[in-house]
């Protein structure tokens, strides 16, 4: 099983990119996916999930309004539009699934990467001038 995290690179302020997120071998259908991203020196942070159960969306409030995930479920792949980009949004970017939260009705710990069980091995996103 794995989840395999692609379309980062480099980016001027202001532009834009698209993370994919695609699985193997486990239906994302299935699951709760989250994108986290972990800047230098920094903790790793959820930027955004979808809840294939029930379809709820949710951003981390820095890049509301800027970034947008999507599924396609005919190609097993989670999206992550990237709009606006500044240096604040540079780090590695990971997709990860999660099973508990996929059944949880309580939407207060969508962001907690404990509460995710197998994770993509990251691509770097790199905003600069």
């Known amino acids: 099983v794995q989840l395999q995290a692609s379309g980062g690179g480099f980016v001027q302020p202001g532009g834009s990119l698209r993370l994919s997120c695609t699985a193997s071998e486990m239906d994302l259908d299935s699951y709760q996916i989250g994108w986290f991203r972990q800047a230098p020196g920094k903790k790793r942070e959820g930027v955004a999930y979808?809840?294939?159960?029930?379809?709820?969306?949710d951003y981390r409030d820095r890049v509301k309004g800027r970034f947008t995930i999507s599924k396609d479920s005919a190609k097993n792949t989670v999206y992550l539009q990237m709009n606006s980009l500044n240096v604040e949004d540079t780090g590695i970017y990971f997709c990860?699934?999660?099973?508990?939260?996929?059944?949880?009705?309580?939407?207060?710990?969508?962001?907690?990467?404990?509460?995710?069980?197998?994770w993509g091995q990251g691509t770097l996103v790199t905003v600069s001038s």
């Open positions: 990860a699934t999660s099973e508990i939260l996929y059944y949880s009705p309580i939407r207060t710990q969508d962001f907690t990467a404990d509460l995710y069980d197998r």
């Open positions: 979808i809840n294939s159960r029930d379809g709820s969306v």
